[in-house]
């Protein structure tokens, strides 16, 4: 069965801090995908990013970086000098590549970043 | 782009009702999600459909079921309510993976449907 933690439940921070949010995952099958999804207070889930298992490099998109370790099945996502337009429940995801589940995902408990002006 | 619409956007319903819930995915996208985001239980998958058949179900009861059309845009049924089905459920749409095996394409995301029990 696989498994995702996000052990931080609420993160708050005060803007332009640099923030992480800590993400372990379980798995048995040696080829599956990890996601981080945004969600605002509106509901709906932004896609922020997915790599695959093979690929360990780390990833940075403007303020956002994303370190994975296969080693300690992390996935940890870095906002750096955070804005109050960041404020959301941050999702950290699994997919295992079978035919038979698509791309269904697994989802952690969600961090909720506040940050503060 | 359109994104992934889902009507209605809130529903308030009593114990024993039946509800339909609609999505409509990206154009193109030929995958369709359900997932339901309850109070306390986090974002759990319920149902997958993909070229109009029902490929995969999460740890839910068979009065949660639904179909996928031949446009791709799918229905989300309950049938007799009950209190704990009140849940934010979120519709969310991929393409379709590559030849041989799923490659596991990113899910976009309706803003769901909010849906309470009474």
């Known amino acids: 069965a696989q498994k995702v933690t996000q052990a931080q439940t609420e993160i708050s921070v005060v803007e332009k801090e640099d923030v992480t949010l800590d993400c372990v995952y379980e798995?048995?099958?040696?080829?599956?995908?990890l996601f981080w999804y945004k969600q605002p207070p509106s509901g709906e889930l932004v896609f922020l990013i997915r790599?695959?298992?093979?690929?360990?490099q780390n990833e940075i998109s403007g303020r956002y970086s994303w370190n994975f370790q296969k080693s300690t099945s992390s996935f940890n996502f870095t906002i750096t000098a955070s804005q109050v337009v960041d404020s959301a429940v941050y999702f950290c995801?699994?997919?295992?590549?079978?035919?038979?589940?698509?791309?269904?995902?697994?989802f952690g408990e969600g961090t909720q970043l506040t940050v503060n002006p | 782009e359109a994104g992934v619409t889902q009507s209605p956007t809130h529903l308030i319903k009593t114990r024993g009702q039946q509800v339909t819930l609609r999505c409509s995915p990206i154009?193109?996208?030929?995958?369709v999600y359900w997932y339901q985001q309850a109070l306390g239980l986090g974002l759990q998958f319920l149902l997958w459909?993909?070229?109009?058949?029902?490929?995969n179900r999460g740890n839910f009861p068979p009065r949660f079921s639904g179909r996928q059309f031949p446009n791709y845009s799918s229905e989300l049924n309950v049938n007799a309510l009950e209190l704990e089905d009140s849940a934010l459920y979120l519709c969310?749409?991929?393409?379709?993976?590559?030849?041989?095996?799923?490659?596991?394409?990113?899910?976009?995301f309706g803003d769901g449907t909010r849906l309470s029990i009474l």
């Open positions: 995801a699994l997919s295992e590549a079978r035919r038979t589940s698509g791309s269904r995902l697994t």
């Open positions: 459909y993909d070229e109009g058949e029902e490929r």
């Open positions: 790599r695959n298992s093979f690929d360990e």
């Open positions: 969310a749409s991929s393409l379709a993976g590559g030849v041989g095996i799923y490659s596991n394409q990113p899910q976009h």
């Open positions: 154009s193109g996208h030929t995958s």
């Open positions: 798995t048995r099958d040696t080829t599956y995908y």
